[in-house]
């Protein structure tokens, strides 16, 4: 059990970090322009602009949801794939499959992690810094957005 809940927050965390799918949230921000806010289901960083440098913020509340919000789905994925009635062999390949794209994963969110200058903050607060109104955003899914 401590193994499924160990591999569960490892997958949940590496989801999470390496932007598998994501949101890109693209702001109409009073007397301006802003950054492009990514997450799924919540914002918890902005945008990594390449050219000019390699910073962007990072929210740890959104990071804590959307942390909490993979790991109840990969818990229940894996729960109900212990019920199915699949041969060995298949659950091994499977299970051997997982542990390898989980490592990938692991790789690319640490070196997200790593590689950018982050600025943390509990929360956004976009509302504040951009004339106190809710901005107009527009929510675009992205798949596989490293």
């Known amino acids: 059990m401590i193994k499924q809940i160990i ?6 965390i590496s989801l999470t970090l390496s932007d598998i799918v994501t949101f890109r949230f693209e702001c109409d921000f009073p007397g301006g322009t802003g950054p492009q806010f ?3 289901p919540f914002i ?3 945008e ?3 050219v000019n440098s390699l910073s962007g913020n ?3 509340s959104g ?8 790991f109840a789905l990969v818990f229940f994925a894996l729960k109900l794939m212990k019920r199915l009635k699949l041969k060995s062999k298949i659950k091994k390949v499977f299970i051997k499959l997982l542990y390898s794209i989980t490592a990938i994963l692991l790789v690319i969110a640490s070196l ?3 590689i950018i200058e982050w600025r943390f903050e509990w929360k956004d ?3 504040e810094n951009y004339g106190g109104k809710a901005p107009e955003c527009d929510r675009h899914p992205e798949i596989l957005k490293f």
């Open 7 to 12: 591999l569960t927050f490892l997958i949940s």
């Open 48 to 50: 990594i602009p390449w």
């Open 112 to 114: 997200k992690v790593l």
């Open 125 to 127: 607060n976009f509302y």
């Open 38 to 40: 990514y997450g799924f």
């Open 44 to 46: 918890y960083r902005t």
């Open 63 to 70: 990071f804590i949801g959307n942390l909490i919000f993979n």
């Open 58 to 60: 990072f929210y740890f």
